[in-house]
């Protein structure tokens, strides 16, 4: 187990560093950042200038030694757009996503396990169709399209929340219940599935036939091996949640990665996305090297060797 | 117990913003939901309206614009002298100081225009290369020499603020940028990106302390929610109303819009060195601008909000003539002349536009599609993100070597009521967004740019005014109108130049 | 878990059992006893008549503007000649025939991606979980590059290489929705691969080719079929996020999404603008999951 752990880190480095320089290159691909920064009434003698000073003058290869020697030193540039050092502007805005995306799993795990166990032990039954039809409501609704009616009701015309914006608990409810709508209707067909894939297998009905209580059967066999297909999912969905709600920091002005991703994307602004991008990507590499380990945890039938 | 202690929590947490509102008895405070963040805190590196807001409530030029954009008043200059075609005198206003108690002298002047010139460092500085040598006569009287005749030299000072020499130089830009200093009626308190920038009333403004104490400004990026945030009087102006709520706002007891005629003006941009063959036809051009019923657009999408254009000469822009008025629409007569030029069964184009570029950017070049389909020409709309056009389009590196969609919707606003910028930007060869090369404006342009002579000067803007509408290089559509949804206890009136300036709120 | 009693259930389990195993023996008949199932069903042929005869139910041509007669409320009237039955938008287009010919496009861009998306990722998946070893490191690090790579970036960045067009968000979308399939068949293959039928196959000296497609493919359908309903929804709806974001289908095109996308400021303006399409995309993705757990059953040979 050990020395799976020490290698598995090794590759997550190497992974991070793919997506290190995968994200350097690409960017670079896509566009000139000294054209959306120079003022559409400026001149051409301003875009060259801005370049210069951006260090996007030199050859790429510089231009990548230069990177990767900041990042060893802990210096991952100056946001184009701010003039400010990327990596606390993205560490900022941390604390926001994090929050965000703590409070919509912690209502959309129990949320969805629960539904998903009710259609799967009262199967094919009234509970079942609801609780099924519940799940699929949640991810049928698109996001912004929920959000911006969560917004006009409770914000606009009931006026029980704000609608927007950052800094009170009343702030995270909107966002979170938009969130966790999609993922709880997620968990909640993946749990039903899982369950009921495990229901079905021989060790299951032995346990039954063996006159274990169905109580006992549900939570020592059915549950622990059903949660494997669902840390996968919940694993991905916080990976990609930590990474910032895109849309949903959008639609409510939440002032997290995800936003801070899209401005800086839009702007062509290299070194914080580059930082983003590293940050998210260390977060997430992490998280599913735990949920590795935690299979391992969860089922004793996997090995690793 | 304990759950009936969790419940009281949370309900306390719950209405705890409902609780502040309350509490906040005290210091008037004016909230204004923005688009996004301004991109910086330093006027020399920062333009468009996003950084306005932050810059014109901050500091202050020499002069000022009315809000109207026609006139030019003292700011921190009480008066100013013509000496000659390129030297300028200006008489400084005595006993201001900036944020940080430093006092505003001549020396700040000299060293704001030697910042703003600055050939190493990046500076927004293309209205001001043509200024020279600043002399200083004392501690209260300038010169300023240009190194041309500039006719348009007052309006450009007008945004050309004035920075402390003393703490600009001490610091770096970046921290500069992050906590600025100027001599404006409100001072900086908090700037915390993706949230709020706070600013709070100068209480020995030269002109005056504002009577609203504080400023929040919040980057709502999502025009519902700024709506849905206003409805809720949580914030008191949001920018970029959706034309078809203004009805919505104003059936709203508590709400108003309000607009002003903006300074952008509207039209569809061509690439004339490369792009599509029947572009290069005049005649095929005037088909275009024929075929596009202007008025029908503005009363339909822009629900009756907008101005139907000649040339993207505003009225109250140096020289302006009211002799061209807007293209009629005439389908007839467009088919006519894609008859003559060749085109009897139209041509198929297509036409990019983002939602970003102009307000209702996809609508309304939709509509010109189908508007021009009427008349035969097929028109493929393309929508991408602004910052895919802003890279084709703005400083293109090779400019004639066709790698631009030939056809494409775009603005133009001038910060000031002058036409130079936008035919330099636009129209001269080598201009920023330039796609075509025709020597005789670019000897027009230069004459314009650089003529002292009001009468003299009008001719040339009539002659390229002339030019303009007849060959239609760019053809003009609209002069778009910036609409802000209101909380009604406020006093206050939209500028034409797109800024929010607290000094012009009052609350009821 | 090394159970070999289980082959012989006892009576009192083995009833429901059997009871089940019969119906799905029938096959598509089983089809009518699922209420849901048979609803979806019906929905989805509906949909699919609906795209193949757009052109004959669209009360409207779709993109014929009227800018006249914009944002006209949904009008049943028929005395009108040229009601529009559930309005128009913000170019006076009639939403109706929109819908309609919006049906097209949607499933078109939903099947494409999930058809891709689908085969690809659990055929990575099935590889990985299945040989372990240096092919599954590679695979998984492969995945984790992906997923750590924000889905927004490898949009733009597609989107602004390749230009804005139905081909190219079916590209980007597949290329981003295969990883969801390949981790979850991977951690179902780790588990099915240890059971005792396919190490029994495997002892038998079955090979490799066989025993992932007889033994271990048919235990992942199962949760392929899930992830795959779910997604022909989420397709449907990332098509309106791109869209929202800028950079979506062209804007004449007709879909749910961007109309969806397009449509959300006027809730309280129009509502029936964000209101239509949605109830599509709504619609659409029930029934294709009540069709989808049907499916499951089927597909499933432990029973």
Known sequence: ?305 | MRRKLFVLTLLTLLLMPGLHALAQGGPSTVTIALTDDPPSGDPHKTRGANGGHLLFNLFDGLVALSGDMTAITPALATSWERLDDTTWKFVLRQGVTFHNGEPFTAAAVKYTIERMLDPNAVRFNNDYKQIGEVDILDDYTVVIHTRVPDPNFLGNLSSLHMVPPVYTSSISEAEFSAHPVGTGPYKFVEWVLGQRLVLEANDDYWGGRPSVDRLVFRPIPEASTRLAELQAGTVDIIVGLNYDAIPLVNADPNLRAEANTGRRTVFMHMDLLAGAEPLQDVRVRQAMSYAIDRQLLIDSVLNGYGTPLATFFRTEMAGYSPDFQPYPYDPERAKELLAEAGYPNGFDIRFMTSAGMINKGVEVVEAIGAMLGDVGIRVEVLSVALQVMRDMYIGNPDPGGGNVEPLFIFNYGTPTADATSPLNALIKTGGIETFMHDPVFDALIDRYASEMNTEVRNQVAYEIQEKLYNELPLIALYLQLDVYGVNERLDWKARKDEYVLGRDITIR | MTDTESTTTTSATATPHRARRSRRRSGLLSIRRSRTATAGAVMLVILALTAVFAPQLATHEPFRQDLRARLAPPSWDVRTPNSHVLGTDQLGRDVLSRVIYGTRISLLVGVSVVLLAGTLGTLLGLVAGFLGGRVDTILMRIVDVFLAFPFLLLAIIFMAMLGASLGNIILVLAITGWVEYARVVRSQVLSVRELEYVTAAKALGARSLVIMLKHVLPNVFASVIVIASLQLGTVIIAEASLTFLGLGIPPSIPTWGSMLASGREYFVLAWWLPTFPGLAIVLTVLAVNFLGDWLRDVFDPTL
Do not use: C
């Open chain 1, 1 to 305: 187990m050990g020395r799976y752990v020490a290698k598995r880190s090794l590759q997550a480095v190497l992974v991070i560093l793919a997506v290190l320089v995968f994200t350097f290159v690409i960017l670079r691909a896509i566009g000139d950042p000294a054209r959306l920064l120079v003022s559409p009434e400026g001149s051409r003698e301003n875009l060259a200038q801005i370049r210069q000073a951006l260090g996007l003058d030199v050859p790429l290869y510089v231009q990548f030694v230069r990177f990767m020697g900041g990042i060893v030193r802990g210096d991952f540039g100056n946001s184009f757009t701010f003039g400010q050092p990327a990596l606390p502007l993205v560490l900022q805005r941390m604390p926001a996503t994090l929050l965000l995306t703590f409070v919509a799993l912690a209502f959309a795990v129990p949320t969805g396990m629960l539904l998903g166990l009710v259609s799967a032990v009262k199967r094919n039954t009234i509970y079942d169709n609801l609780a099924t039809t519940l799940a699929v409501l949640g991810r049928a609704v698109p996001n912004f399209w929920l959000s911006i009616m969560l917004i006009v009701l409770f914000g606009a015309t009931l006026k029980w929340l704000p609608p927007s914006g950052y800094g009170t608990a009343a702030h995270i409810v909107m966002p979170a219940f938009a969130l966790s709508a999609g993922l709880a209707a997620m968990i909640a067909r993946l749990t039903r599935s899982s369950v009921l894939e495990v229901m079905r297998n021989d060790y299951v009905r032995t346990a039954r036939a063996k006159g274990l209580a169905e109580n006992n059967v549900l939570n020592r066999h059915i549950l622990r091996n059903a949660l494997i297909p669902i840390t996968t999912v919940v694993g991905l969905q916080a990976g990609h949640l930590l990474g910032g709600a895109i849309i949903t920091e959008t639609i409510f002005a939440w002032p997290g990665v995800g936003r801070l991703l899209t401005q800086s994307i839009y702007a062509y602004d290299y070194p914080v996305v580059q930082t983003s991008v590293f940050i998210i990507a260390v977060t997430f590499v992490f998280i599913n090297l735990a949920i590795d380990l935690l299979y391992a945890l969860i089922d004793p039938r996997i090995r690793y060797d």
